[in-house]
DNA sequence: TACCAGGAGAGCG
DNA sequence: CGCTCTCATGGT
């Protein structure tokens, strides 16, 4: 586990759903894996038959930025036990077998759900890529690879105009990116005290920002592992809970937060995402 | 062409 | 609270 590759050994864990999975919106299949970017590093990531592997382009001294990323040390079985034993809990869980979420830095977390407001996922990360080029860091890439770069940091895009964030294709969202970056930069906002505040709380701090609305903040608050009992009321979690919890009764978003932070547990958070992978993915 | 997208916010009853 | 409209932009 040192240099340019390291093995993580762990089971249960489905690397192409949970890259793929509308968390996360920088990975790209390459050749029989992925790349991406954590933090500042470059990384190809692969299925194994024990676990997975991973590269980098420069030397890393050590690797838990990466397991702690990928939360390898998450025990899955345990939380999926904790999950609700309803017939479509089961059913989503069968079918989404080692669907995990990820720990991701929450910055990049909150400035890429902000571009995502009414946005599809394919443009969300078209959005994002515009966005780490012309503003993000150049990383070091294997010889001959096309460059990547970090995700811009909160100073940097403070330093930019609207009209420039605009060029990134967000659209009215621009001003929003902007607002939350000098919010962050000039530490107004503080990201790393979020994880010392309860949920509602969290919630609250973040929806002061504009362009940041309950869904916005509950996924920030869960994907970037601050929080794993947030949960995210998108247009799909809508439809899924509508369809499989409330067959031919009209409900109303109240109704299926109230719902959703009473039946799903300690872990609702992972239980949204399997849910939601389930009906996007697989489901009709 | 028309429609809609992992929403948010404002205005209104 | 619940409903409706607007916002910018690109993919289908």
């Given at each position: 586990m040192d240099g340019l590759r390291a093995l993580f050994r762990v089971r249960n864990y489905d690397l192409a759903s949970t890259l793929n999975s509308g968390q996360a919106f920088r990975w790209v299949p390459?050749?029989?894996?992925?790349?991406?970017?954590?933090?500042?590093?470059?990384?190809?990531?692969?299925?194994?038959s024990t676990g997975i592997e991973a590269r980098t382009a420069r030397p890393v001294p050590c690797w838990d930025w990466l397991s702690d990323y990928l939360q390898i040390d998450v025990d899955i079985r345990s939380v999926l036990r904790s999950f609700p034993k309803d017939a479509p809990m089961q059913a989503a869980v069968r079918a989404c077998r080692g669907l995990r979420l990820l720990r991701q830095?929450?910055?990049?977390?909150?400035?890429s759900f902000i571009c995502s407001s009414n946005k599809q996922i394919v443009q969300i990360r078209q959005i994002i890529a515009a966005l780490c080029e012309r503003y993000g860091q150049p990383l070091d890439v294997p010889s001959g690879h096309p460059p990547a770069f970090a995700f811009p940091t909160p100073a940097t895009l403070a330093q930019c105009t609207e009209n420039e964030l605009r060029q990134c294709r967000m659209g009215f969202r621009a001003?929003?990116?902007?607002?939350?970056a000098i919010e962050v930069a000039t530490g107004r906002l503080r990201l790393d005290a979020?994880?010392?505040?309860?949920?509602?709380?969290?919630?609250?701090?973040?929806?002061?920002?504009?362009?940041?609305g309950l869904k916005i903040a509950d996924c920030v608050l869960l994907y970037s592992g601050i929080h794993p009992r947030a949960f995210p009321l998108d247009t799909w979690i809508r439809r899924a809970l509508s369809k499989l919890y409330f067959p031919g009764r009209r409900v109303t978003d109240k109704q299926l937060r109230e719902f959703a932070a009473s039946h799903f547990g300690p872990w609702a958070g992972y239980a949204q995402q399997y849910l939601f992978?389930?009906?996007?993915v697989i489901a009709d």
């Open positions: 390459y050749g029989d894996g992925w790349e991406g970017v954590v933090g500042n590093y470059w990384v190809w990531l692969r299925q194994t830095d929450t910055w990049e977390c909150l400035a001003p929003h990116v902007r607002a939350a979020l994880a010392e505040l309860p949920l509602d709380s969290a919630r609250q701090a973040l929806v002061r920002l504009r362009g940041v992978h389930y009906t996007r």
